[in-house]
Structures are given as C-alpha cells and as structure tokens.
C-alpha cells in the first residue's frame, strides 16, 4: 500500500500540469488573440512614451 501513497502525487501533479498546458495551448489565438495583442501594444507604447519623455526632460 506504500506504493499506492508514493505515487498519487506525483500523478496529481502531471494531471494537473497537463491541465494548464492544455489551457494555455487552446487559449493562443482565436477570437481574444487581436485583444491581447492590442493590450500588449498598449502597454508597450505608454511604456515608450514615458521613456522618451524622461529622456526629454534629461
């Protein structure tokens, strides 16, 4: 019975990492890939600006 106990975690473990591999695999693209996309953009370009204005004030 001491196997049965040695080896439930680690198969909880790979059940649960095949779950979020799963997950992030069905999640790219599709219809939120142009939202993501324009949130990165976003953040990204503010980032930028606010780089360029620090430099300007330098």
């Known amino acids: 019975m ?3 106990s040695a080896l ?3 198969v909880v473990m790979a059940v649960f990492f095949i779950g979020v591999i799963r ?3 069905k ?3 599709g219809a939120n890939k142009a939202k993501e996309d324009a949130a ?3 953040v990204l370009a503010r ?3 606010a780089q360029a204005s620090a430099s300007s004030d330098a």
């Open 40 to 42: 990165v953009d976003a």
């Open 8 to 10: 439930v975690p680690p």
């Open 47 to 49: 980032a930028d600006g």
């Open 27 to 29: 999640t790219q693209g």
């Open 2 to 4: 001491d196997y049965v």
């Open 23 to 25: 997950v992030i695999v």
